[in-house]
C-alpha cells in the first residue's frame, strides 16, 4: 500500500514536499514514480527514481523545479516541488515497480490514494 500526503493549497513561487509512505518489506526493491493528473486531463508522468535512489529521471515541465528522492530505511519516497507554478495544480499520485522506473503510467501496478497539490496565482 502506498500513501501520499503533503499537498495543499499554496501560492505561486512557493515550496511542497509530497511524501510517499509505503507498507511492506519490499520497498527497497522497487522502483518508484510520481505522476499527476489535472482536471479533465489525462495522468501524466513527473518523476521516477531507481530502488537506490541514484538514477532519477524527469518530465521537462519540472526539470529543475522538482527533486524526487527517497528513503529506504522509512520506506518512503519524496518530491520537493520548488518555484511552484499554477500549471502545477493537480492530483500528485506515488507508484512503484519491479525493477526499474519507467515514464508510462500503465507500467506500474501499486498506486496511492493521490494528494492535491493546488497552486494560485
Known amino acids: 500500500e502506498l500513501v501520499e500526503s503533503g499537498g495543499g493549497l499554496v501560492q505561486a513561487g512557493v515550496s511542497l514536499r509530497l511524501s510517499c509512505a509505503a507498507s511492506g518489506p519490499t520497498f527497497s526493491s522497487y522502483a518508484m514514480g510520481w505522476f499527476r493528473q489535472a482536471p479533465g486531463k489525462e495522468r501524466m508522468f513527473v518523476a521516477a527514481i531507481n530502488w537506490s535512489g541514484r538514477s532519477t529521471y524527469y518530465a521537462d515541465s519540472v526539470k529543475g523545479r522538482f527533486t524526487i528522492s527517497r528513503d529506504n530505511a522509512k520506506n518512503t519516497g519524496y518530491l520537493q516541488m520548488n518555484s511552484l507554478k499554477p500549471e502545477d495544480t493537480a492530483v500528485y499520485y506515488c507508484?512503484?515497480?519491479?525493477?526499474?522506473?519507467?515514464?508510462?503510467?500503465?507500467?506500474?501496478?501499486?498506486w496511492g490514494q493521490g494528494t492535491q497539490v493546488t497552486v494560485s496565482s
Open positions: 507508484a512503484v515497480r519491479f525493477p526499474d522506473y519507467s515514464d508510462n503510467r500503465d507500467d506500474y501496478d501499486t
